[in-house]
């Protein structure tokens, strides 16, 4: 069985620009939820994905938006980057509604 | 309303010991109360989870208490170990749909061997 597995390991990128996070959810899982996890706090839920269609958002602006594919995978954009948005990206993968949701080991993102 | 507050923030004790960390809520809808540990470098590992509707679960040196009265759950771990050392979050989700997690602060244990 494999696990979740997000890509890349650790990004660097300016102020301004867009950044594409990617997240395979564990085998069997078709639905992904994407968290932010500043220094030293919790991971904070930003949305979560089930069936290729957004099912809940946390308090996050517009501009960071995600996509379910087919295959259920997932992806994460940022949009208009900003320094506070330097963090640990974790996407984590269930099993439809279920509530146990397994980790991925994180993007780090350092903008600059 | 949506919060959870952990406690303490950091922890020290000696190979052998108990360690106690501590959550608290507000929100009465929270149905599914997890604990993660965390390893500097990686993600969140689920350790163990309850319900509302019992009182404590355990498996192996890992406990939860569960407080239902007080909104108050709190992770046990018996005979820690210097490989238990790393940060523990304590979690709170409702259903209706959509299992967000709130998270709490984390709390970062140090076993000393």
């Known amino acids: 069985e494999t696990g979740v597995t997000q890509s890349p390991t650790h990004l660097i990128k300016t102020r301004g620009q867009q950044v594409t996070l990617r997240c395979s959810s564990q085998s069997g899982h078709n639905t992904v939820s994407w968290y932010q996890q500043a220094l030293g706090q919790g991971p904070q839920f930003i949305f979560q994905?089930?069936?290729?269609?957004?099912?809940g958002r946390g308090n996050f602006p517009p501009r960071f938006s995600g996509l379910q594919f087919p295959n259920y995978s997932s992806e994460l954009n940022v949009n208009a980057l900003e320094l506070d948005d330097s963090a640990l990206y974790l996407c984590?993968?269930?099993?439809?509604?279920?509530?146990?949701?397994?980790f991925g080991p994180g993007t780090r993102l350092t903008v600059t | 309303q949506q919060q959870v507050k952990q406690s303490p923030q950091s922890l020290i004790v000696q190979k052998g010991g108990i360690s106690i960390i501590n959550c608290a809520y507000e929100?009465?809808?929270?149905?599914?109360f997890p604990w993660y540990q965390q390893f500097p470098g990686k993600g969140p590992a689920l350790l163990i989870a309850?319900?509302?509707?019992?009182s404590e679960k355990k498996e192996g040196r890992f406990t939860i208490s569960f407080n239902k009265s007080a909104k108050q759950f709190s992770l046990h771990i018996m005979d820690s170990q210097p490989g238990d050392s790393a940060t523990y979050f304590c979690?709170?989700?409702?259903?209706?749909?959509?299992?967000?997690?709130?998270f709490g602060t984390g709390t970062r244990l140090k076993v000393l061997a």
């Open positions: 994905y089930y069936r290729e269609e957004e099912n």
């Open positions: 309850i319900r509302p509707d019992v």
């Open positions: 979690a709170a989700s409702t259903g209706a749909g959509t299992y967000k997690y709130i």
């Open positions: 929100n009465t809808a929270f149905d599914y």
């Open positions: 984590a993968s269930s099993s439809g509604l279920a509530v146990e949701q397994y």
